[in-house]
């Protein structure tokens, strides 16, 4: 063989006459001695460089054939080259993964199913075994456990995190402390997962979230691995970083939900049900099938005494939605504070308008009252109209009456005028309370008839002796079929029925009967 002074220089055992095989790796001795195979010589020459490793470094080799059928070798240090290919891969990698990541945390917004993916993926990708651990619950550590190739689970540590070195810190949101300045002996056992082993290496990172720690990340490596490189806590703590925020929203909108639903129950109107031998039915619909609540409303306020009227309020405030709920709520609550003096409608809902115009909002409300006491087998109500459509009175032969009422709405004007009726209902026959959404519902064949009050009446004259929730329930059920998919306002209906009685004859044929519910 012959070689030049770089030769020489990278390969010292080299020199002229020497056997090739003898001083080059046998990468390239294998490639010279099919170089030199009979045969054309096209099909002797590698489809690509050749490439390998002469004292850790990397080198492409070209071969060059020459006349007098030797071949020359020439290489080409590629060592740089080789480590930014390197680098870029390592890098489109971890990219893949944080965005993987980022989408697999962002797909849900439950607590518990965040900590499991967060686990899952640093067990998967960053260590053997990796602990998604959420700020204390009391005297408890919510942590989740993963093993590379196994599944999360769950569990309550009764622990200190103080007592771990770096968690606690960690868990409070402090940077994290290197690897390095952690023991692993000293990792209590109720950290390390069942079969696991000794541990040869750990990284606490915190879990940033939304100006609150959201925890903090476990990674463990068995004993016999690599130690964590400075690099790869780097790279785990931008993990954590979008693993935390992810944890701080599920938990900022668990919070959310559990509040909303407090509010939720205070502001949907009541079941009702019989009260003082007077039947009560309501049903709400609100003007969006995601919505619970909006700007229709109803409440039903026994009397104190038996004997005594129970008020039936139903209102619909301008508005739908949650500022209209709000709003309800407040009337609502006004209404209640005022049942001292249910016995003076007037009073109250001059009152309530006092309270509407020295209140921050913009809005007005229209409702109705209503106080029903049961006299024998008749309920005795007065109604009192403020802006609201008037009631129905259904009669046992089907003769549907509009009550005589009328009234101004209330939030709205400095003086509130209403006048009162008294009507009886005998047993079979009821009093509907209702919205305007009801009435206005358009819909139709063509879609743009309102549902209206001649057909509410004709509806409701079909009901007569029917209890008040198959009252409800069908009105509620005409405008559902009248609408069809269109969009409506809130849907608010009330029915104030006298319950059929059954005659009770004497036992000796002589005293009187009496009535029963």
Request: with cysteine; aromatic share 4%; proline share 7%.
């Amino acid at each position: 063989m012959q070689c030049n002074d770089a030769a020489r220089a990278l390969l010292p055992e080299a020199q002229p006459g020497c056997r090739l095989a003898d001083v080059v790796p046998s990468w390239l001795a294998t490639a010279h001695q099919a170089m030199r195979l009979p045969g054309p010589r096209a099909a002797r020459e590698p489809d690509a460089p050749l490439s390998g490793v002469i004292e850790a470094r990397c080198f492409e080799a070209h071969p060059s054939v020459r006349d007098d059928g030797t071949v020359a070798w020439w290489l080409v240090d590629d060592t740089d080259h080789q480590l930014a290919r390197e680098a870029l891969h390592m890098e489109r990698e971890r990219t893949t993964f944080l965005t993987t990541a980022s989408n697999n945390l962002l797909s849900s917004l439950n607590l518990g199913r965040c900590m499991d993916v967060t686990a899952q993926m640093a067990a998967e990708s960053l260590a053997d075994a990796a602990l998604a651990i959420a700020p204390a619950r009391g005297h408890r550590l919510p942590v989740v456990t993963c093993l590379r190739g196994g599944t999360p689970t769950s569990s309550q540590e009764a622990v200190d995190p103080d007592a771990v070195p770096g968690l606690g810190e960690a868990l409070r949101g402090f940077p994290p402390v290197p690897s390095r300045w952690i023991d692993p002996a000293t990792a209590p056992a109720w950290m390390i997962p069942e079969g696991f082993g000794p541990i040869g290496a750990i990284v606490i990172t915190p879990l940033p979230g939304h100006g609150v720690p959201a925890g903090a990340l476990v990674l463990l490596r068995k004993e016999g691995s690599a130690a964590f490189t400075e690099e790869e806590e780097i790279f785990a703590r931008l993990f954590a970083a979008r693993s935390g925020a992810a944890m701080s929203a599920a938990r900022l909108y668990a919070e959310q939900t559990a509040i909303t639903e407090v509010l939720m129950r205070e502001l949907l109107p009541p079941a009702l049900h019989q009260i003082s031998g007077v039947d009560f039915a309501g049903s709400y619909r609100p003007s969006a099938d995601h919505e619970r609540i909006g700007g229709d409303f109803y409440d039903v306020h026994p009397a104190t005494r038996e004997g005594e009227p129970s008020l039936v309020t139903l209102g619909d405030v301008c508005g739908k939605g949650l500022e209209a709920a709000v709003l309800t709520g407040k009337i609502r609550n006004t209404l209640h504070a005022l049942l001292p003096l249910a016995d003076d409608h007037q009073r109250m809902l001059t009152l309530l308008n006092t309270a509407l115009l020295s209140s921050h909002h913009t809005r007005f409300a229209t409702l109705v009252l209503a106080s029903a006491a049961r006299q024998g087998n008749e309920v005795h109500v007065r109604l009192t109209s403020a802006g609201h459509p008037s009631p129905l009175i259904v009669r046992a032969d089907g003769t549907v009456e509009e009550a005589d009422t009328r009234g101004t709405l209330v939030g709205a004007l400095p003086d509130v005028r209403a006048r009162t009726t008294t009507i009886t209902l005998a047993p079979g026959e009821s009093c509907i309370l209702y919205t305007d959404g009801i009435t206005e519902a358009k819909g139709g064949p063509l879609g743009d008839t309102y549902f209206g009050e001649e057909r509410l009446m004709r509806a409701l004259a079909g009901c007569a002796g029917m209890p008040s929730e198959g009252i409800v329930e069908h009105v509620q059920m005409l405008a559902a079929q009248w609408l069809g998919n269109r969009r409506h306002d809130d849907m608010a209906v009330v029915a104030i029925s006298a319950p059929r009685t059954h005659h009770l004859s004497a036992v000796d044929g002589h005293t009187r009967g009496r009535y029963t519910a």
